[in-house]
């Protein structure tokens, strides 16, 4: 994976002010500890997770006048969640400007996705103290408000799924909390779920919903296989 060099900002049309934003916006904890860099992503990301939610909270606000709280809140978590944030982060090629030491960290592939997802919220907060609020938004609504728009299913309730099904098999569900680390605005939670007290699944998530979420998805994969 590449540094950070000028095509970034070519590519987005950014005139920068403050170079040091964008290259701390792409330096992952494994490569700075390497090379003993004593900066990385996390806090950019903790400032455009913020930013990221507010914004996309506004568009809807705005776009669906007559949506309560609780319609709004799930509206926004399919266009906030990690798939969704993987997909722009794909969508803008933001991984080749990343800077992680993947051999030295023994990451994942699924971590080194999350790794993805982390860089979108983190090049929002550098564009955010770099070029400002409304630059900010025009950004997001360039990336984020058309899929709004084209009503793009990125979140699936596989909890809901998985209710259903055992429902009608009169089984049990149970999740369980088998791991918890990272700092406290950056965790990630792993989760496994049970049906019957057999374990069928085992997922991943920046919080506990969404890690319940990805376990269901397992789990439905799995029952899937057994039929």
């Given at each position: 994976?590449?540094?950070?060099?000028?095509?970034?900002?070519?590519?987005?049309?950014?005139?920068?002010?403050?170079?040091?934003?964008?290259?701390?916006?792409?330096?992952?904890?494994?490569?700075?500890?390497?090379?003993?860099?004593?900066?990385?992503?996390?806090?950019?990301?903790?400032?455009g997770?913020?930013?990221?939610?507010?914004?996309?909270s506004?568009?809807?606000?705005?776009?669906?006048?007559?949506?309560?709280?609780?319609?709004?809140?799930?509206?926004?978590?399919?266009?906030?969640?990690?798939?969704?944030?993987?997909?722009?982060?794909?969508?803008l090629?933001?991984?080749?400007?990343?800077?992680?030491?993947?051999?030295?960290?023994n990451?994942?592939?699924?971590?080194?996705?999350?790794?993805?997802?982390d860089?979108?919220?983190?090049?929002?907060?550098?564009?955010?103290?770099?070029q400002?609020f409304?630059?900010?938004?025009?950004?997001?609504?360039?990336?984020?408000?058309?899929?709004?728009?084209?009503?793009?299913?990125?979140?699936?309730?596989?909890?809901?799924?998985?209710?259903?099904?055992?429902?009608?098999?009169?089984?049990?569900?149970r999740?369980?909390?088998?791991?918890?680390?990272?700092?406290?605005?950056?965790?990630?939670?792993?989760?496994?779920?049970?049906?019957?007290?057999?374990?069928?699944?085992?997922?991943?998530?920046?919080?506990?919903?969404?890690?319940?979420?990805?376990?269901?998805?397992?789990?439905?994969?799995?029952?899937?296989?057994?039929?």
């Amino acid at each position: 994976m590449s540094g950070l060099n000028m095509n970034l900002f070519e590519k987005f049309g950014i005139e920068p002010n403050n170079e040091d934003y964008y290259k701390m916006a792409f330096m992952h904890g494994s490569y700075a500890t390497v090379h003993g860099i004593k900066y990385d992503y996390e806090r950019l990301e903790f400032l455009g997770d913020s930013i990221l939610n507010m914004l996309v909270s506004e568009y809807l606000y705005k776009k669906y006048p007559k949506y309560g709280e609780g319609k709004l809140t799930k509206l926004r978590a399919n266009f906030v969640c990690q798939t969704a944030l993987i997909h722009y982060s794909h969508d803008l090629g933001l991984k080749d400007y990343l800077k992680v030491s993947v051999d030295e960290m023994n990451l994942t592939d699924n971590e080194v996705l999350s790794i993805t997802s982390d860089i979108f919220e983190s090049f929002l907060g550098a564009l955010f103290l770099d070029q400002g609020f409304a630059f900010t938004k025009r950004f997001i609504a360039k990336i984020i408000f058309v899929y709004i728009d084209e009503e793009k299913v990125f979140f699936h309730d596989y909890k809901s799924k998985i209710k259903e099904y055992c429902d009608s098999h009169e089984m049990k569900i149970r999740y369980e909390l088998l791991e918890e680390h990272g700092v406290p605005h950056d965790k990630t939670f792993v989760m496994a779920i049970y049906l019957d007290n057999e374990e069928m699944g085992i997922g991943k998530g920046k919080n506990k919903k969404e890690a319940e979420q990805s376990a269901a998805k397992e789990a439905i994969m799995n029952l899937t296989m057994i039929r």
